[in-house]
């Protein structure tokens, strides 16, 4: 074998391992691109309306495939899009679902949904009161929509000021904190 030959066996062997070396890395990136959009995305929380739930700093893991199986129930802790601010994800849970009525009493400062005050332990025993806002009560969720609320009551621009989610905006069901490692835990 001549030295052009095996010049050109090892140009050859180069450009496989260069081609080899793109179509892997194409691979990863469409890889990571599927598994973000349809199965799961990752949040840093960036304010205190799910404390003590979620703390302010926390990285949530956020799973899409529940709600292609099934709509968000009342008790879901969900992801959707910012109905002020385009681009812009948040996490609240989800209080009622459409058809169902919410009513906040200031006097008690409770939330009724269908009549009924709910049980929320994870308030940790803070108050609902009204926001000053356009919505009005009794209010009953349209359809395709949910009514959602923070757990931090006093620090959480929810539903009772911008009003019902669509479920369109609804990007996933957040399912566990995965840091700082000594908040690790299922979200419930």
């Given at each position: 074998?001549?030295?052009?030959?095996?010049?050109?066996?090892?140009?050859?062997?180069?450009?496989?391992?260069?081609?080899?070396?793109?179509?892997?890395?194409?691979?990863?990136?469409?890889?990571?691109?599927?598994?973000?959009?349809?199965?799961?995305?990752?949040?840093?929380?960036?304010?205190?309306?799910?404390?003590?739930?979620?703390?302010?700093?926390?990285?949530?893991?956020?799973?899409?495939?529940?709600?292609?199986?099934?709509?968000?129930?009342?008790?879901?802790?969900?992801?959707?899009?910012?109905?002020?601010?385009?681009?812009?994800?948040?996490?609240?849970?989800?209080?009622?679902?459409?058809?169902?009525?919410?009513?906040?009493?200031?006097?008690?400062?409770?939330?009724?949904v269908d009549g009924r005050p709910l049980s929320e332990p994870y308030t940790r025993g803070l108050p609902s009161y009204q926001l000053q806002s356009?919505?009005?009560?009794?209010?009953?969720?349209?359809?395709?929509?949910?009514?959602?609320?923070?757990?931090?009551?006093?620090?959480?621009?929810?539903?009772?000021y911008f009003g019902s989610v669509p479920m369109s905006s609804v990007t996933g069901r957040g399912a566990f904190i995965y840091w700082p490692f000594?908040?690790?835990?299922?979200?419930?």
């Amino acid at each position: 074998m001549d030295s052009g030959q095996h010049a050109d066996r090892q140009r050859s062997g180069i450009l496989r391992t260069f081609i080899g070396l793109l179509v892997m890395v194409a691979f990863v990136f469409g890889l990571s691109w599927a598994l973000r959009t349809y199965v799961f995305q990752t949040y840093e929380i960036p304010s205190g309306s799910m404390e003590s739930t979620i703390m302010t700093g926390d990285m949530v893991f956020a799973e899409k495939v529940s709600y292609y199986l099934r709509d968000p129930e009342p008790g879901d802790i969900v992801t959707f899009q910012d109905p002020e601010i385009p681009g812009r994800i948040l996490i609240k849970r989800c209080i009622a679902v459409a058809g169902q009525t919410v009513e906040i009493n200031d006097e008690d400062g409770l939330v009724y949904v269908d009549g009924r005050p709910l049980s929320e332990p994870y308030t940790r025993g803070l108050p609902s009161y009204q926001l000053q806002s356009d919505v009005s009560y009794p209010y009953t969720v349209p359809e395709d929509s949910i009514w959602v609320m923070g757990d931090n009551r006093t620090n959480s621009q929810d539903s009772r000021y911008f009003g019902s989610v669509p479920m369109s905006s609804v990007t996933g069901r957040g399912a566990f904190i995965y840091w700082p490692f000594d908040h690790f835990g299922m979200l419930n």
